[in-house]
């Protein structure tokens, strides 16, 4: 006699997967039409869903699930004794990478719209698999640095700019499409790049050099070429170097071994060391930090992003979840306290989102005025932004309970990433102090920045007197280090309530000013204060699947 069925499974959500990642992202959708150039906006959108349908496709999630767990393995040498210095991946990175650079994410700088188009793929594609968007970035950010050498440019420029991937360890001339790296950091320095020690000996041939030293972070150790910063005879200095030099031969790239990471699994991060490496100057002799500030400024932008992304795809899964899942009688969405959580998340997910987004339609503008913009609000948005990508993932994990707590949910691995963006480009301080610099220094930035904000004036009484708070903060700039934090947080929260009372829909901006600006919230999520129509929030920040 057959025995009752112990195994039946209910009340479990289906995954949230076949869906198109960018459509179902209400606020990202309106940034994009907010911020393009109306001839090309139909052809964006047409390749924003394109890339948003695979990113949520369950063939992408696959593969970033197999990359995630089969992580890069370093080879130095090959089965005869000679030395190679190469990092294998798992063939699921691949397909990433090159996805990736098809859809355009490694070139913005001449495309009509190119980085409003670009940031919008970039926070798609980080919901598919964050560890390939290293890689994508720097490629993309090397194009400043590398213009103030315009041979270089010349050379370089269209290759980053390609949208074929090609893999191969070969001389970049004879490739349709290059990626790029960076190696700044040294052990003894960290952000302090100023006490670099590795050294650059000019050659005869103009502009070449051997560099000799360590770099105790290399981000993708496999890219075709890295920009470095080296002490040459005239003092720091940005350097070209090639993994492969034009007669096909290795150039010397020593890669000591790969880093053993909380997240960003996927990706490679190595140290590596120069022992007679050929090197092309990029820029004058003495002004490495200067000429790689482009770069880091273009790289930061897309920590903000990245942490943008990594927080839209949290909310919608903790949204997706609860709109299935019941307890006590009813939906977890329809409970008052889960609908505050959920509220709360997507406020914060929001702003990250409409900010983001309005930073890099100031890279298209161009004009002197958006350039000073975003000379604080770049390092202001990187510092705020990435530093609530942790708290997000780890309370919208929550909302799946235990099973946000097992990695087929996906939620721990973005919990992994979360943190890193804060620490890239320079961790909290560092933005922050270099916010302060440019107060400091650079009044027209600020003007810049008031500007914007004063955009909202009078449309919400909250948001009016956090900013008259804000100017009482910048009255007093003695002895303001130790504050600085205080300041970029207050500044970067007027600018995302600035852009959400003139953007969002009114349940969301009343939300945002009311907890954000109002101070009537608590010390965690879902403590919204009462009176808001959260459902409107929750119901906005929802994926249709």
């Not at 289906?14 to 911020?35: I, K, Q, S």
């Not at 934090?485 to 009372?501: D, M, P």
Request: hydrophobic share 40%; aromatic share 6%; glycine share 10%.
């Amino acid at each position: 006699m057959a025995g009752t069925p112990t195994h039946t499974v209910t009340n479990q959500p289906p995954p949230l997967v076949g869906y198109d990642v960018f459509a179902a992202d209400r606020a990202l959708t309106e940034a994009v039409d907010r911020h393009t150039a109306p001839d090309v906006l139909d052809e964006v959108r047409a390749e924003l869903g394109a890339l948003g349908r695979a990113a949520g496709s369950a063939q992408l999630q696959e593969w970033a699930t197999q990359a995630n767990e089969h992580p890069p393995r370093l080879r130095t040498h090959d089965r005869y004794g000679h030395r190679v210095d190469e990092v294998e991946f798992h063939p699921a990175w691949h397909r990433l990478l090159g996805k990736g650079v098809s859809a355009g994410l490694t070139g913005a700088w001449t495309r009509p719209s190119g980085h409003v188009r670009r940031a919008a793929g970039f926070l798609v594609w980080t919901q598919a698999e964050a560890g390939t968007c290293c890689p994508l970035s720097m490629t993309h950010a090397a194009v400043p640095a590398l213009r103030t050498d315009p041979e270089l440019a010349a050379e370089w420029e269209p290759r980053l700019a390609s949208t074929i991937y090609d893999r191969q360890l070969r001389p970049a001339g004879q490739k349709p499409g290059a990626l790029f790296g960076m190696g700044m950091t040294e052990k003894q320095g960290g952000s302090d790049v100023r006490a670099n020690t590795t050294s650059a000996q000019p050659l005869a041939e103009p502009g070449t050099y051997v560099l000799t030293g360590h770099k105790w972070f290399c981000s993708a150790p496999m890219s075709d070429a890295f920009l470095v910063l080296a002490q040459a005879p005239g003092g720091l200095t940005c350097f070209l170097v090639p993994r492969v030099l034009p007669d096909g031969s290795r150039n010397v790239f020593l890669v000591q071994r790969l880093k053993d990471k909380l997240g960003n699994r996927s990706n490679a991060s190595a140290e590596v060391e120069f022992d007679g490496t050929w090197a092309r100057r990029v820029g004058e002799e003495g002004r490495g930090v200067p000429t790689i500030i482009g770069m880091v400024a273009a790289t930061r932008l897309d920590c903000a992003l990245g942490s943008a992304g990594l927080m839209r795809q949290a909310v919608a899964q903790a949204v997706h979840h609860c709109s299935y899942r019941e307890a006590f009688g009813g939906k977890l969405v329809d409970k008052p306290l889960m609908r505050n959580v959920l509220a709360d998340l997507a406020l914060e997910s929001e702003a990250a989102t409409t900010l983001a987004l309005r930073l890099a339609a100031a890279y298209d503008d161009g004009g002197e005025q958006e350039r000073a913009f975003l000379r604080i609000a770049v390092p202001a948005a990187k510092y705020w932004i990435t530093k609530r990508c942790a708290p997000v993932a780890v309370e919208a994990a929550e909302c799946l309970g235990g099973n946000g707590y097992v990695e087929e949910s996906g939620l721990p691995r973005l919990v992994r990433e979360s943190p890193l963006n804060s620490v890239w480009e320079g961790a909290g301080n560092v933005q922050a102090l270099d916010v302060l610099r440019a107060l400091q220094r650079e009044p027209g930035a600020l003007d810049a920045c008031l500007t914007e904000i004063g955009r909202a004036h009078g449309a919400d009484h909250r948001l009016d007197r956090a900013v008259k708070d804000l100017f009482t903060e910048l009255a007093d700039l003695a002895g303001i280090e130790g504050r600085a934090r205080r300041l970029v947080e207050r500044l970067a929260l007027v600018l995302q309530g600035s852009l959400l009372v003139r953007h969002a829909p009114e349940e969301v901006a009343d939300a945002f000013c009311a907890s954000r600006l109002g101070g009537d919230h608590g010390a965690s999520f879902g403590t919204l204060p009462a009176g808001l129509d959260l459902k409107s929030v929750v119901d906005r920040a929802g994926p249709a699947s």
